[in-house]
DNA sequence: ACGATCTAGGTCAGGTCCTGTCCTAGATCG
DNA sequence: CGATCTAGGACAGGACCTGACCTAGATCGT
């Protein structure tokens, strides 16, 4: 024919976009929907098997394919609403990195991000923009575009050009080639060579503004400790003004580190409905927040500032409650 | 040769999973990676090209391929930690539907789930138990699992069994046909038919437990009324026990819908920084976290519950502080 | 128990189309 | 201006894909 490009791999692939609809599908009707003979269904089917995707058939009078869970991932075919569905979900995840999968999940964004067809792309924005940053005020969370800048350019090695604003609010632009993004508490951190001052940096990405990537790949810098990430937070401790959060909960630990989501060794065992909670915080107002709807008794015993905004809260909840 | 199977197509797949990378590859690379020669290679980008994969080529030294944003979703080729990151993130979206795509989220999951290899499925649930439900005591929160049994279930129009607990506590096993899964508020309902009451059920899938598809492919029955969420609104509000809060806020209207996540039909102007919020919620602790969260006054009208409860929060942060 | 309906797969002939080699043209960067 | 990319035409040989036909085995409903 004139336009028939490989008809085959058009057809595998349109093959696999059908399978994962989750049912069973005949061969003659996906013959019919193929456009081939039910033999030569036959034969696509075992291509795929071949390739790795596991093709499940039942055989009988209700019989048909259907594609399984099998070694490796096959490639997801999805409709719009879906990937805009996805992309909102990564986006959000991305934005409350507890996870522990905080990379993988910015690299699926920008992987995502970089196929997505325009109409989507804004109707994610659009939808990412109704979606509450769950903390309630919207100013600490990230802006999961420019994460997803920062991590295309990142994994592509390309030199980045950005405005920031350091901690003493004055803005500089910089010339950088991005290393690594580290997720540590609540916040990202970009690792960067920075080209102009010929050293390390550390970013925080929240201060991150207009990321330019610059297009140019420059080959890969070693990082300058063993691990990036103990790296990042090791120049963030040294710097950062973080509060160490000492409290009691009536709770076990093991449980309190699960409804909490903090890690396991932030919590030390007093006794079977009992523990104390002792590790670094950034934002009391967060921690606060989720202590106060675990619903157990709790004491803080430091620091005084969350005491402190422990007492303001008290005091507008019962204006709210007793007006 | 042996197991050549359509070497054609399994070598697009690679070249497509490749030029996801966010990056360029230069057409040798790309040659020897895929132990083509470099003809071969541009043929494989053209045919890329004619099934609709926008493949985008700079020319000169520092030239190459990649794949930019096209007018369809090019299949998404992700590896384990990337799929397992999806999954998570679409499973805390879908826990908390306040987003307006609940339905392809839930979809997009079912999907992924179908294929998502066993060890992967691990993961993703160890991860997903570490996750924390942000609103606190985790018993609210919605099982993604159950829901992405429910959801392929739906789609496969397969009949379904599961165990049911009914609110006033009785537990009785259902054999129905599902329909739609519909999110409101902060809860999914499964629109179904019951085939042994013979009539239209709506179930709360929180209450739904160990859901088993019966492999039986029925044909779709017509939902009851014109459009299924209303239909499951409608049944809802005649006899959940909803409350209709009343509250006045320090915050004009539309940053108090943008911030809460609200509708914005559920907030009155007063003036320029005060606005009126009106509207139904089934659980009180989670607006009560919300308000104060808000860090601007407020003052709770109705219902008398949520006063309490607000009465209640501030007694336990006093406490908490002040011990 | 039997027939209907599905998957599974072997064989064969015909023709499509895919591949590597060789070559020229155009774009871009230093 | 030269190096290094992409772009693409021509050609020969061979791989492989398709449809048609047929047989075997599994499963379900009557």
């Not at 991590?151 to 050009?161: G, N, V, Y």
């Not at 991005?178 to 970009?190: D, F, I, K, N």
């Not at 619903?295 to 905004?309: I, N, Q, S, T």
Request: charged share 25%.
């Amino acid at each position: 024919m004139m336009d028939s490009v490989n008809t085959t791999s058009a057809r595998l692939l349109r093959l696999l976009s059908l399978l994962q609809t989750p049912r069973e599908w005949p061969g003659t009707e996906l013959a019919e929907r193929l456009e081939v003979s039910p033999r030569t269904v036959r034969r696509d089917v075992d291509r795929l098997r071949e390739l790795g995707y596991p093709v499940q058939a039942t055989m009988g009078t209700t019989g048909g394919y259907r594609l399984a869970a099998g070694k490796a991932m096959p490639p997801l075919l999805l409709d719009d609403e879906e990937a805009v569905a996805i992309a909102v979900g990564l986006r959000t995840a991305a934005s409350h990195p507890v996870d522990g999968i905080e990379e993988a999940s910015v690299r699926a964004l920008a992987k995502l991000e970089q196929v997505l067809p325009p109409r989507l792309r804004h109707r994610v924005n659009t939808l990412g923009a109704a979606t509450v940053s769950v903390l309630g005020n919207g100013e600490s969370s990230m802006d999961p575009e420019i994460l997803a800048v920062l991590a295309s350019a990142t994994a592509a090695q390309e030199r980045l050009r950005f405005a920031y604003e350091a901690a003493d609010g004055t803005r500089t632009r910089r010339l950088v080639e991005p290393c690594r993004l580290v997720a540590s508490g609540r916040r990202w951190y970009l690792l960067a060579y920075d080209n102009d001052r010929d050293d390390w940096r550390v970013f925080r990405t929240d201060r991150i503004g207009e990321p330019r990537p610059t297009g140019v790949r420059v080959p890969s810098r070693v990082p300058p400790g063993e691990d990036a990430a103990a790296f990042v937070t090791r120049k963030l401790y040294s710097s950062a003004p973080t509060y160490e959060v000492v409290a009691t909960l009536r709770l076990s630990a093991t449980e309190a580190s699960r409804k909490l989501g903090l890690p396991a060794d932030a919590f030390h065992r007093i006794d079977d409905r009992t523990c104390r909670l002792h590790g670094p915080s950034d934002t009391l107002e967060w921690l606060a927040a989720r202590l106060l709807v675990l619903g157990c008794p709790f004491e803080v015993h430091d620091p005084p500032e969350l005491r402190a905004y422990l007492v303001d809260l008290a005091a507008r909840a019962t204006r709210a409650a007793t007006s």
